[in-house]
């Protein structure tokens, strides 16, 4: 289960696991990031960590990145 929090100005997503400690916590940039499909050795080039975090949610995934512009990429070879 996935909770989001609201925060102002924020939201906070938070996974929550059955748990004997039944604690919630707020997912990582690195797994921010894989969800994202970034590869695992991705590395962000910047030492502001909110320009990561914008950067990684305002991503489009990788994998259907790379699906999308193969496609128009054959449809622009086809159209010739």
Request: glycine content about 2%.
């Amino acid at each position: 289960m996935v909770k989001i929090l609201f925060f102002s100005p924020f939201s906070i997503l938070h996974p929550t696991f059955q748990t004997r400690s039944e604690q919630d916590r707020t997912i990582s940039v690195r797994e921010a990031a894989l969800l994202q499909t970034f590869p695992i050795d991705y590395i962000f080039d910047t030492p502001y960590m909110d320009y990561v975090c914008e950067m990684i949610g305002n991503a489009l995934p990788c994998d259907f990145a790379e699906i999308l512009a193969n496609h128009c990429w054959n449809t622009l070879i086809d159209f010739k």
